[in-house]
Nanobody, 126 residues
Framework: QVQLVESGGGLVQAGGSLRLACAAS????????IAWFRQAPGKEREFVLA????????HYKDSVKGRFTISRENAKATAYLQMNNLEPEDTAVYYC???????????????????WGQGTQVTVSS
């Protein structure tokens, strides 16, 4: 049984930092692309960034470039989302997702991912 478990969310002031973790089990982690999505109240779930399997190339939503970084530690079957210089607009539930065969052009499409975590709340106060 595949499980993705996010952790590290919380309340932070604007300009602050948080580090989210996505711990995976039940899959060959190194073979999966891992992505982070977020969903704010009343809005659709949106792609934030992703790290590809093996080669580890990364892909970012424009609004988070220079502020957010994704990384993975295959030995621990864990992916991380380092968020710096947070803004109130970053407030959302953050989800990690995994897929083994997703193609580059589909990285931003939530429906293309096979596995999802339960989400962790990030709240940025102004």
């Amino acid at each position: 049984q595949v499980q993705l478990v996010e952790s590290g969310g919380g309340l932070v002031q604007a300009g602050g930092s948080l580090r989210l973790a996505c711990a995976a089990s039940g899959l060959s982690f190194s073979r999966y692309t891992i992505a982070w999505f977020r969903q704010a109240p009343g809005k659709e779930r949106e792609f934030v960034l992703a790290v590809r399997a093996n080669g580890g190339s990364t892909h970012y939503k424009d609004s988070v470039k220079g502020r957010f970084t994704i990384s993975r530690e295959n030995a621990k079957a864990t992916a991380y989302l380092q968020m710096n210089n947070l803004e109130p607009e970053d407030t959302a539930v953050y989800y990690c997702a995994a897929d083994r065969s997703i193609i580059l052009s589909s990285l931003g499409l939530a429906g293309q991912y096979d596995y999802w975590g339960q989400g962790t709340q990030v709240t940025v106060s102004s």
